[in-house]
């Protein structure tokens, strides 16, 4: 019996040890917290242009679209389509320059500004054209066969932080083209 007093004896101080010695190998921290913030990006779209101007040969009408990124969006690449119903007849003054043609289809296209829109405190106003040329020898056929029809712009913007711009190319035109 005082044998087996003796084993538990040991066994117990064993385990009073391991325990004090875990006591020493172990130890822990207060919490860390991550906070994340969501960007924004808002554009919009306003135009400078007289409603039912007259067309004529020669014709130069004042259409002036302008998208604007308004103050603290995020980094962006930005896109207009144009539907000009009125081509070849009526030429817009797009300057290539300032924006690449990335997709044609019939009288839509859609074009994406050259550079990156960056991080501004302050909105940043983009002009897509600012006139409407009609030909000289325009004939009155030719004249007759404008009669209703429009130029339609849209803007898309999307973000650039994590994109590629052939993406960001690809996401601007199915946004465009799918009804």
């Given at each position: 019996?005082?044998k087996?007093?003796?084993?538990?004896a040991?066994?117990?101080?064993?385990?009073?040890?391991?325990?004090?010695t875990?006591?020493?190998?172990?130890?822990?921290?207060?919490?860390v917290?991550?906070t994340?913030t969501?960007?924004?990006?808002?554009?919009?779209?306003?135009?400078?242009?007289?409603?039912?101007?007259?067309?004529y040969?020669?014709?130069?009408?004042?259409?002036?679209?302008?998208?604007?990124?308004?103050?603290n969006?995020e980094?962006s690449?930005?896109?207009?389509?144009?539907?000009n119903?009125?081509?070849p007849?009526?030429?817009l003054n797009?300057?290539?320059?300032?924006?690449?043609?990335?997709?044609?289809?019939?009288?839509k296209?859609?074009?994406?500004?050259?550079?990156?829109?960056?991080l501004?405190?302050?909105?940043?106003?983009f002009?897509?054209?600012?006139?409407?040329?009609?030909?000289?020898g325009?004939?009155?056929?030719?004249l007759?066969?404008?009669?209703?029809?429009?130029?339609v712009?849209?803007?898309?913007?999307?973000q650039?932080?994590g994109?590629?711009?052939?993406?960001a190319?690809?996401?601007?035109i199915?946004?465009?083209t799918t009804?």
């Amino acid at each position: 019996m005082k044998k087996k007093l003796s084993i538990l004896a040991v066994i117990a101080i064993l385990a009073v040890a391991s325990l004090a010695t875990l006591a020493y190998l172990t130890d822990s921290t207060s919490a860390v917290t991550n906070t994340f913030t969501v960007g924004d990006l808002d554009i919009t779209l306003t135009e400078t242009y007289t409603q039912n101007s007259k067309i004529y040969p020669g014709a130069v009408i004042d259409k002036t679209p302008v998208v604007t990124v308004l103050a603290n969006s995020e980094p962006s690449y930005l896109y207009v389509m144009v539907d000009n119903q009125l081509s070849p007849h009526g030429v817009l003054n797009i300057i290539p320059a300032n924006w690449v043609s990335i997709n044609v289809n019939g009288t839509k296209t859609i074009y994406r500004y050259n550079s990156i829109v960056p991080l501004s405190a302050s909105a940043q106003p983009f002009t897509v054209f600012s006139t409407v040329t009609f030909g000289t020898g325009l004939t009155k056929t030719e004249l007759a066969t404008l009669q209703g029809k429009d130029i339609v712009i849209k803007a898309y913007a999307h973000q650039q932080a994590g994109v590629d711009q052939s993406v960001a190319d690809a996401a601007a035109i199915t946004h465009f083209t799918t009804p």
